[in-house]
Each structure stands twice: as structure tokens, then as C-alpha cells.
């Protein structure tokens, strides 16, 4: 499922300097700094190597990084967090859901499709930029000459140019109307597209790249779509004429191409829970696919050509970052082959109750300023004292040690149960002002010290 990041950073990734990388991490994720620092020398390196000759580029290979550590320790946000700052095409996909031929599940393919997707929206919401204040004038244009009736013929003995003239006040007279908001409620009739697509089954075991046949050079009027009258208000009018003007102004092979190189030089896949296909015995049973999907990956990982609708997509030069727990399972278990294409190997560390405290309050979307925001929608002036904070870290790190230990993940069931009361009875509060001290926690919280099974706190 790709992972859409719209947020960009003040600072220039050219410029950016591998602890200037790890800083700006900092902000968003508590601790693990080995597992930044990695993933900061990976990103400089792939700046490094787009400044030299092109026939060295060629040679050398991303450092493909293996993150371990156990689940809710920061794996995915440090890879979401550096793509982030990357601006690059990113994905994130489960290796678990990939099973190798014959088996049901997702072709190992999909990933570099889904990615090639996403570099297209993010290169045609650039470009969207690019041409909005255009299609916007265009659509103006458009929508006054549906208000405006069709000029009248200029008589013969008419003054040509007073005439013209008249009939540019006019126009001017309404596009300031327009703009002012004064024609608002105005009804139109505009000729909208329908969006209808003909319904069509593919094999089961295929996907659409892998059937060669355009579908739309066969039969280009089945996609077009019809158009109908539909009468719309004005605000309606404009916001779909500069739609219109939009696409028209977009040279979609350009945005193909240049989404195309981008993922190629610069396209991150986070792959996730590998330790669940690491294993190679034999036999029979759940386990025998293990070492197929391990195989099926490899070629991907290694540099392969992927056929996608935008085009052949080499993945040479995608950054791959695999993570997992690996509880049951070691690194080493992991075919011989895959275990060679990521020579970077960090080992992320577990948290405890210093980070919790950090975690509740550090970042620029700390659980606490979530909570005090969501709140604020209510008029609810949340306050948390520090004991407050830090008695929530120390229940947080009971339960992670008296039951499975799911890391930071484990804040939002306490969370979620210290403020159950006040989200439920938050809009009948009389009194808005709430402080949330250390006695409301431990009172609040009192069942997880009296429930030694603690199932209802388990995600």
C-alpha cells in the first residue's frame, strides 16, 4: 500500500549533511541512533553518487540496509521520515503478503508498480503547481463566455472599435463580479464528462501490465466517456473548468518519464516483517513457500527490469530498506543471496521508560500534543503535568515488561485508556479546563496494577 508524504522540508536535501539527516530524524523519532546514522550515510551516498560521471554512477549499487530490532521501536518511521526528507517516491509493503508462483498472494513485482504509481501523482501534483494559476485564468475565460451571451454582429456602419470596446466592459464588468463572489449563486449549464469505465476480468494469477494489449488503442471510444448536460452553481463551474484546464495543460508522457527516472534514481521501498519469509526448511506445510518468496525477491532487490504501464523500471538503484523483529528467525536464515544485498546491518534497541517519557513529549507529533489538540476541537483545555508523564511512561513500561513487548505501540492503548472518561464525556463537560496529574493517571490506570492477565491492554 504506498504511503502518500506530502510534507517537504525547509532545507535543501542537496545540502543536507549526514548529521544535519540524523538532526532532522531527531524530530520525529526518540533514540535507535545507529539505525539513523545508517540510514543518513545511505541518503548521502545516493547524493554523492548523482554528482559523478555517469558511466561510475552506473557501477555502483545503493547499501541496501537491514534494520533489527523488536516491533514498535521506530523501524518505519525512520524509513517514512527519511523519505520523506528524500522527497522521494516511497513505499512500504510486507514481504509476508509476497508468496512465489503458485501460491495465492501479491506478485513480488506489484512493489515497483505501486512505487512507479506514486512518483507519477507526486510529479503530476508538481506540475499541477506549476500550471494552477494558468488553467485558473483558462477557466475564468471559459466560465464568462457561458455567463456572457455571444457577442452580437458589429453593423456595417458601426463604429467597430467602440463597439468592441462595449463589449469588453461588459466581459471585465462580470469577471469582477466573479471574482467578488457576487454571480455565486448563479446556475449553469456546463457539458461534464462522465467518469464510466467498461468492466473487464483478468486471470486469475496475471496483472494487467502482464496481458500486452492496449485496451485503449483497440477501443478508444469505449474509454472516452460520454458527456452530459448537468447545471451546476458557479463556485461548482469554476472548480471543474480548472480541472479541466489542468489536465489539458499536463503533458502526462512527460510527467511518465520523468516519474520513471525519478523512482530509479531516487525511489526508497521499505520492506517490512522480512524475518516472516526468512527460513530454509525443507518439507511440507505454511514453511515450504518461505525460501520461494526469498528467491522471488532477490532478482528485485539485485536489479531487475519491471514491465509497469509507464514504461520498462529498472530497480538497480532503488534504495531498499528490510526490517523485522526476528524473534524466532536470525539474519542468518535469510538465503545466502539476500543476505548479501544488504551489507548495512543496524540493530535498533528497545525502549524503556527514559524514551517513553521522550517519546510522550519530544517530537513534533508527541502522543500528548495530539491529545491536547483533539481535545481543543471540544473547547476542552487539556493540560498534562510532568509526573502525569512520567507515570504514564512507567505504567507503559510495566505492561511491555509483564506481557509482549510491542515498544512505543503501547502508549496509545494506555493513552487511549487514561483518557477514555474525558474523550466520552468531553463535549458535556461543564468544567473545560482539565489538568491530568499524576493522581488522575494512577487512578485511572489502577485495573492494569490489580489485573495481572492485562488481555484488555494487549494490541
Known amino acids: 500500500m504506498p504511503i502518500y508524504l506530502p510534507e517537504t522540508t525547509q532545507t535543501s536535501t542537496e545540502t543536507l549533511t549526514p548529521r544535519q539527516i540524523v538532526a532532522e530524524l ?8 545507529a539505525a539513523k546514522r545508517a540510514v543518513a550515510i545511505a541518503l548521502r551516498n545516493r547524493m554523492r553518487r548523482q554528482k559523478l560521471a555517469p558511466e561510475l554512477a ?4 545503493p547499501k541496501n540496509i537491514l534494520m533489527i530490532g523488536p516491533t514498535g521501536v521506530g523501524k518505519t518511521e525512520i524509513a517514512r521520515r527519511l523519505a520523506r526528507l528524500a522527497q522521494s517516491p516511497f513505499v512500504k509493503v510486507e514481504a509476508s503478503k509476497f508468496t512465489e508462483v503458485g501460491y495465492v498472494g501479491r506478485d513480488v513485482e506489484s512493489m515497483v508498480r505501486d512505487l512507479v504509481e506514486l512518483g507519477v501523482d507526486m510529479v503530476r501534483e508538481e506540475r499541477l503547481e506549476e500550471v494552477r494559476e494558468k488553467a485558473a485564468q483558462n477557466a475564468e475565460e471559459r466560465l464568462l463566455d457561458v455567463l456572457l451571451p455571444p457577442p452580437r454582429p458589429i453593423a456595417p456602419d458601426e463604429d467597430t472599435t467602440a463597439a468592441r470596446e462595449q463589449q469588453n466592459q461588459t466581459r471585465e464588468r462580470f469577471r469582477e463580479q466573479l471574482r467578488t463572489g ?8 456546463l457539458d461534464v464528462r462522465e467518469k464510466s469505465f467498461p468492466s473487464f476480468e483478468i486471470i486469475a494469477g496475471s496483472s ?10 483497440m477501443l478508444p471510444g469505449l474509454f472516452q466517456g460520454r458527456t452530459k448536460k448537468r447545471r451546476v452553481k458557479v463556485p461548482e463551474a469554476l472548480e471543474y473548468l480548472a480541472q479541466e484546464e489542468e489536465q489539458k495543460l499536463i503533458d502526462m508522457e512527460s510527467v511518465a518519464r520523468t516519474a520513471v527516472d525519478r523512482v530509479e534514481q531516487a525511489g526508497i521501498i521499505f520492506l517490512d516483517e522480512i524475518d516472516k519469509i526468512a527460513g530454509r526448511e525443507g518439507g511440507h506445510g505454511p514453511d515450504v513457500s518461505r525460501e520461494g518468496v526469498q528467491r522471488d525477491i532477490l532478482p528485485i532487490v539485485e536489479g531487475t527490469t519491471v514491465n509497469t504501464k509507464y514504461g520498462m523500471v529498472r530497480t538497480d538503484h532503488i534504495l531498499f530498506i528490510a526490517a523485522g523483529a526476528f524473534h524466532v ?9 539476500l543476505q548479501g ?16 517519557v521522550r517519546i510522550l513529549t519530544e517530537p ?14 471540544e473547547g476542552i483545555a487539556l493540560t498534562f503535568t510532568s509526573d502525569a508523564i512520567e507515570c504514564i511512561a512507567d505504567f507503559a513500561a510495566m505492561v511491555n515488561e509483564r ?4 515498544g512505543a505501540r503501547r502508549l496509545h492503548t494506555v493513552m487511549e485508556k487514561l483518557l477514555d472518561e474525558i474523550s466520552f464525556e468531553g463535549p458535556d463537560l461543564i468544567e473545560k479546563d482539565v489538568t491530568i496529574d499524576a493522581a488522575y493517571v494512577r487512578r485511572m490506570l489502577a485495573d492494569i496494577v490489580k489485573n495481572d492477565d492485562l488481555s484488555r491492554y494487549i494490541l
Open 329 to 337: 528467525s536470525k539474519p542468518s536464515d535469510l538465503i545466502p543471496e
Open 341 to 356: 544485498r544488504f551489507p548495512i546491518r543496524v540493530e535498533l534497541e528497545p525502549l524503556g521508560r527514559d524514551e517513553f
Open 364 to 377: 513534533r507529533s508527541a502522543l500528548v500534543k495530539q491529545y491536547v489538540a483533539l481535545m481543543d476541537t
Open 182 to 189: 457576487r454571480l455565486d449563486h448563479r446556475v449553469v449549464e
Open 403 to 406: 506481557t509482549e513487548n510491542i
Open 208 to 217: 494487467v501490465e502482464e496481458v500486452d494489449i492496449n485496451l485503449k488503442d
Open 58 to 61: 552506473e557501477e555502483i549499487a
Open 26 to 33: 531527531d524530530k520525529y523519532v526518540i533514540g535507535q541512533s
